[in-house]
């Protein structure tokens, strides 16, 4: 498999592109369950089929450029919203980046590692291993030392988004992924109760960093990317249950700016698997004893 990805790693995007349109056309015609799944997120959301529609494609693209992004050098980048990144940089307190599943979520963290980190010191995202040891292996080996260290959902991973964000450095998280069980509170997303992590919004409540909203954007025949950057109003509440709430409205807002590009094809209201808590930021304790904020 590693061979196998490194030769995809060195295709054209076009090339990579095309092949994902065939791929995600052929699977949603292909598979009855995903097919039911996306039109009832896209239903849910309210935003109408046509309007949706092309992520059955995006969806596709998405699956054959993750070899480009994690082995391959990076593609054409635009960037909006720099001067948000750099403001945010300036307060000292370090930076929550919130992606939802959204465009190209690999190089929204990878191009944004390669830009920053040599000034600002280095990214942390937070990464859930899937289901197949051998990719994930491929991929922490592409990330390391790319500017980025990952994270366990677990408490030596909150510890890491902790003292990165104390360090002044900023951190990366999928505040729309469907969190193991524990971990979590049931929070309305697009008018349907959602399990919904809320790792993001402890962080911001008890660390003071500002939130980032960024995701990529992908350019039409393979062009590369739209890198966007915009600044999250931070919750108007100490109250988590509320705070959450509040990230899961900023994901909306950002999805109706492009939903063709949005993963609807994702379980976003499946229950969640059952699993240890991951503690609070603000009570977690090291190893001796203190506490780590």
């Avoid at 995007?13 to 369950?33: C, D, I, K, Q, T």
């Avoid at 930076?95 to 944004?112: K, Q, S, Y």
């Avoid at 366990?152 to 991973?157: A, E, I, K």
């Avoid at 590009?261 to 379980?267: F, G, K, N, V």
Wanted: with cysteine.
């Amino acid at each position: 498999m590693p061979f196998f990805f490194r030769l995809l790693s060195r295709m054209p995007l076009w090339l990579l592109h095309a092949a994902g349109w065939v791929l995600g056309w052929l699977y949603f015609w292909g598979s009855r369950g995903y097919r039911e799944n996306f039109r009832a997120n896209v239903a849910q959301s309210g935003l109408g089929w046509d309007a949706c529609k092309g992520a059955i494609a995006q969806s596709g693209m998405m699956i054959a450029e993750f070899p480009r992004m994690w082995l391959g050098s990076i593609p054409a980048v635009q960037w909006e919203g720099l001067e948000v990144v750099e403001t945010a940089y300036a307060g000292g307190k370090g930076i929550i980046f919130l992606t939802p599943h959204m465009g190209c979520f690999e190089l929204a963290a990878r191009a944004t590692a390669a830009r920053f980190s040599p000034q600002y010191g280095d990214l942390t995202v937070l990464f859930r291993p899937g289901r197949r040891p051998a990719v994930d292996r491929l991929l922490e080996s592409a990330r390391a030392g790319a500017g980025f260290h990952t994270a366990p959902t677990n408490l030596v991973g909150v510890r890491q988004l902790l003292r990165a964000l104390r360090a002044g450095k900023a951190v990366g998280l999928l505040p729309d992924q469907v969190p193991p069980g524990d971990m979590g509170v049931w929070s309305p997303f697009f008018g349907r109760p959602a399990y919904t992590m809320t790792l993001a919004a402890r962080l911001a409540l008890q660390s003071g960093a500002p939130m980032v909203l960024a995701w990529g954007e992908r350019r039409p025949w393979g062009a590369g990317y739209v890198l966007h950057f915009s600044a999250m109003q931070r919750p108007p509440t100490t109250d988590v249950d509320e705070a959450v709430a509040h990230i899961n409205r900023a994901m909306e807002v950002l999805i109706r700016q492009c939903p063709a590009q949005y993963l609807w094809s994702y379980p976003r209201y499946k229950n969640p698997a059952p699993s240890l808590a991951v503690p609070d930021p603000a009570t977690a304790s090291s190893p001796r004893g203190d506490a780590i904020v």
